[in-house]
């Protein structure tokens, strides 16, 4: 079988294809670069559901999501049976050679999705995320405003442990401890600018392609030009292959923070609040200005959304 597509670059799915004591799975050969490339055909094929299926966090390790998915995928027709004649989760000869179909195919294949259509498939990953920000942070509010009784007469109330990370994690992002403001006032106004944010990620014209800009030219990947309202992607808001583009969960967190700059105009935009979350800044500014810093609230919502702190974003690229 020769494969169309970068599976046909690594050896273990060439291997799958033609052997079928090579396939892959939660207990053969788990853990490789091949496992990312499986993700990547599963992450697309996802993406074309209607609904759209999760998208699964693109790394070297295959795992119970992915085998989840690989059945899943096994159900659509036409149907992969495996030798007894049942829907299993490995991928072998004849789910690789489907997967393969499943990305860009090479030497005049299937053809690659502009750049706003990309982050229009990015997106339910980032309104997962930024949906998984606003349940967690309302469940804070309400500890907050209306405090369970203590466990004792003049005991504090115990927090869950639920609203414990989140707090955890407020802090880690927007230094709510510095806050000039009470955390309920605080917390409201994070609130009010993931609300926003969530309505333009749900608006499919709000993102737009961009080949013309001082930015594309620049190689930025996504950018709002100031007071626009709109999302530019440019042609470096690609696909990680080799060493250039980005993987899922990075691009994830760029479609994810750039509608703050629209929501939060136009103190999103000011640099005195931009801070790269891996920039040491990032770790001393104050509360008021990480509010309006587009970073945190990516870098946020995955860290609620995941149960620790993660920060996909442009520094991680291969994610």
């Known amino acids: ?33 091949w496992v990312v490339l499986i993700k990547k055909a599963l992450n697309a094929w ?9 998208q699964l966090p693109v790394n070297d390790l295959f795992g119970t999501e992915t085998g989840d998915l690989v059945a899943l995928y096994k159900t659509k027709p036409p149907q992969i049976l495996n030798f007894a004649g049942k829907i299993d989760r490995i991928v072998g000869k004849k789910t690789v050679v489907r997967l393969d179909k499943e990305l860009p195919q090479r030497g005049g294949g299937t053809a690659p ?43 504090p109330p115990i927090m869950p442990p639920g609203v414990g990370s989140t707090f ?8 709510i401890s510095t806050a000039t403001i009470t955390q309920i006032a605080y917390i409201d106004q994070v609130l009010a600018i993931y609300g926003k944010s969530l309505a333009i990620l749900n608006s499919p014209s709000s993102f737009i392609n961009d080949t013309t800009s001082a930015e594309a030219a620049k190689g ?25 583009g980005f993987g899922p969960n990075c691009r994830a967190a760029m479609v994810l923070h750039e509608p703050v700059h629209v929501a939060d105009h136009p103190a999103a935009s000011f640099q005195v609040n931009h801070e790269h979350e891996n920039s040491p800044k990032y770790a001393t500014q104050p509360a008021m200005n990480q509010l309006h810093n587009a970073h945190s609230y990516a870098s946020f919502a995955q860290h609620v959304f995941f149960g620790f702190d993660t920060r996909f974003g442009a520094g991680k690229p291969a994610f």
């Open 46 to 54: 996802a993406a074309k559901q209607s609904p759209a299926v999760a």
């Open 220 to 244: 930025t990947p996504a950018h709002v030009p100031f007071g626009s309202g709109k999302v530019n992607f440019t042609p470096a808001f690609k696909e990680r292959s080799g060493t250039t």
């Open 1 to 33: 079988m020769a494969f169309q597509s970068e599976f046909a670059d690594n050896a273990k799915l060439n291997a799958c294809a033609d052997n079928d004591d090579d396939h892959i799975g939660e207990k053969y050969a788990p853990k490789g670069p």
């Open 168 to 175: 955890k994690a407020l802090e880690t992002h927007f230094h």
């Open 113 to 155: 999705v502009t750049m706003a259509a990309l982050a229009q498939r990015d997106r339910t990953t980032s309104i997962r995320w930024a949906q998984a920000a606003i349940g967690r942070l309302t469940a804070a509010r309400n500890f907050v405003a209306n405090p369970p009784p203590g466990p004792m007469p003049g005991f």
